[in-house]
């Protein structure tokens, strides 16, 4: 009887079997790397469009119509009998930073291909497309800009991008058309909001909540946006001996300043964080007072009015250390993303699922940013997170997860999809 019920609810599969091939798959692709040691994969290296021809090459064996796109997106529908259903993306993505770990973004591109192969195994159709995507750059590195893949299924893809040069000085339109890809045909991978009826990403936590907290995933509340900004301090150089500690004008300690009280102001409340990932002195030697230093600020939070009043107050102290140094502090917003809220409805449709997995849901902010973002305002977004072993770490060969919390994400999401699909 129980064999029966799970057939019905298409979880028929074995316990465990979709967890231990999500981590053989991820293995498979952290074969191919730039690096001898390790794994990087940005975008278009060879090691990169190896692992698209992989993935592209798995979903053909699970029955979907696949291709690689313009923007070397390798997309795979399974597809509903009536061509005019609606569409339900599973994506993720499969690049990776320098010297990354093997489950982000390719953890959520193999969940989807694992639930796909189940459905054609079951032989089980779904009354909409399910388009399983795994976007080919999400990281931004190799052009410093994210989201490449995402962006242009979702129709936010500015031509401008296309000029932008990699460290080698070749633009990004010249490595395409290297790779045999179309620039041209960018434009045309744009979704339309009424052929989509939402948007569902699996990806690892990238932090320790779930770990501290016993939880094999999470219900992604909100993706925090950020404020990026850069900041110049100049004040006045001077010999290292020669000139009183009262009469300096000290770029650097200015800064120091400044760094503390980021990380002060930014303590305050639960979901907001605060960085300064780059801090230069221009110039500096041992012997000289700093004249100049240069740093970049990062602040984000679970809302953009708590993150807003952060930067309000960070600008405000600025003003002052400026004037209580006698330094002049220049700051420049370079990046304002707004913070993407996840539809309550498909946050309330996993959690069930979450429920009915006997797992307690738990609903958490993603500091970091992800593919999910690109779809707001198109569609319904939302992600699972999956827990992350050793301490949280991610961006770092470090980064782990159990076959176990893999498994139990497939079939969370398994029953997700099953569900949303009846109920369009
Ligand atoms: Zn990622």
Request: with cysteine; glycine share 10%.
């Amino acid at each position: 009887m129980g064999m029966v019920t799970q057939a019905m609810d298409g979880v028929g599969s074995e316990p465990g079997a979709f967890g231990k091939r999500i981590m053989e798959l991820a293995e498979r692709l952290a074969q191919w790397s730039e690096i001898p040691d390790g794994l990087t994969c940005t975008y278009l290296s060879h090691a990169h469009r190896s692992v698209a021809a992989e993935i592209r090459n798995w979903m053909r064996q699970a029955g979907l119509v696949t291709e690689i796109d313009a923007v070397a997106n390798v997309v795979g529908r399974y597809a509903a009998s009536d061509p005019a259903a609606r569409t339900l993306i599973v994506a993720s993505h499969y690049d990776t930073v320098r010297n990354a770990g093997k489950y982000d973004g390719r953890l959520g591109v193999l969940t989807a291909l694992v639930l796909v192969e189940h459905l054609k195994r079951l032989g089980r159709e779904l009354p909409v497309h399910l388009d399983v995507i795994a976007f080919s750059e999400e990281e931004g590195v190799r052009f410093s800009s994210s989201f490449l893949g995402s962006r242009a299924v979702a129709g936010r893809f500015d031509g401008k991008l296309l000029e932008r040069q990699d460290a080698d000085g070749h633009t990004l339109a010249a490595v395409m058309r290297d790779a045999g890809l179309d620039p041209a045909r960018i434009p045309t991978l744009a979704r339309r909001r009424e052929e989509l009826m939402g948007y569902l990403e699996v990806h690892i936590e990238q932090g320790p909540v779930l770990l501290e907290e016993g939880l094999p995933v999470g219900i992604v509340s909100a993706i925090a946006g950020s404020v990026r900004s850069s900041v110049t301090i100049t004040g006045t150089a001077g010999h290292a001996g020669t000139v009183p500690m009262t009469r300096r004008h000290d770029a650097a300690a200015a800064a120091a300043e400044l760094v503390l009280y980021v990380e002060r102001r930014c303590a305050q409340e639960p979901t907001l964080v605060g960085t300064v990932g780059q801090f230069f002195v221009p110039n500096g030697a041992t012997n000289i007072i700093p004249g100049r230093c240069e740093l970049t600020l990062d602040i984000r939070a679970g809302d953009d009015a708590a993150r807003d009043a952060a930067v309000s107050d960070v600008a405000a102290e600025i003003a002052r250390i400026a004037a209580r140094r006698g330094v002049s502090i220049e700051s420049r917003e370079v990046q304002r993303t707004a913070t993407v809220p996840c539809s309550p409805r498909l946050q309330s449709l996993l959690a069930d699922a979450v429920a009915r997995a006997g797992i307690t849901p738990r609903h958490l902010p993603s500091g970091a940013g992800h593919d999910a973002m690109m779809f707001d305002g198109l569609t319904d977004v939302a992600m699972l997170f999956v827990r992350c072993g050793n301490g949280g770490v991610s961006h770092s060969p470090r980064e782990i997860i159990t076959a176990e919390d893999a498994d139990i994400a497939a079939r969370v999401m398994l029953d997700a999809v099953l569900r949303l699909a009846e109920t369009s």
